[in-house]
């Protein structure tokens, strides 16, 4: 039964919220899965929208879904980086990996979080030195600054930049963990997934 297949995977959700020695914790994960559907939406939003005439209703629809996926992103960034701090240290790497390379993951993961939060932010300005609505949901979101079209042009150009840079960022982290699954073959990518239920 759907209602009581959802409460039992409700209730393992608030039992493993925490992260462990050796996996984080269940909403970690789910945030983790969430944040990179809502990526490839922006994105998919974005490219799809060039498929269809200007002034459409499709494009147009297309374009503020893209907007609203952003802003989710942002929203999500914040819950992420308080779980972060409430479920607990992060569950290590086993085998350990060079320190080099640990090094590196913590700046991929500063210029990921970095990037989540600079691309809603600069597509929120941009809306609002263009003087355009912000939608969010049924909602319109306050202007950031006031109407000015050419910081809007300098704002939605560094938008698209960091746009481009992300494609790289993204793929970057997903090669690096499965570089670690498949080749130095240790638990880094397990560490992210979802548990597997226990044979009955």
């Known amino acids: 039964m759907l209602i009581p297949d959802t409460v039992t995977w409700m209730i393992s959700m608030a039992k493993h919220w925490k992260n462990t020695a050796d996996r984080y914790g269940s909403l970690s994960i789910a945030m983790h899965w969430l944040m990179l559907l809502l990526l490839i939406g922006v994105y998919a939003c974005i490219n799809l929208r060039e498929l269809f ?21 942002l929203a999500l960034v914040v819950v992420r980086l308080a779980l972060r701090w409430a479920a607990g240290a992060q569950p290590g790497i086993q085998p350990p990996p060079p320190h080099w390379q640990q090094r590196l993951a913590g700046l991929m993961h500063l210029a990921l979080y970095l990037f989540m ?53 993204i793929g970057l982290h997903a090669a690096a963990a499965l570089f670690h699954h498949y080749v130095a073959r240790d638990n880094t990518l397990r560490r992210m997934l979802p548990r597997r239920k226990a044979p009955a």
């Open 53 to 73: 005439p200007r002034g459409s209703d499709l494009r147009d629809g297309l374009k503020t879904w893209h907007f609203m996926l952003g802003l989710a992103v």
């Open 117 to 169: 939060i600079a691309m809603p932010l600069l597509g929120w300005l941009t809306l609002s030195a263009a003087g355009k609505p912000i939608p969010f949901f049924g909602l319109s979101l306050p202007a950031l600054v006031g109407a000015d079209e050419a910081l809007a042009g300098t704002f939605k150009e560094i938008h698209e930049t960091i746009g481009t840079i992300g494609y790289y960022l």
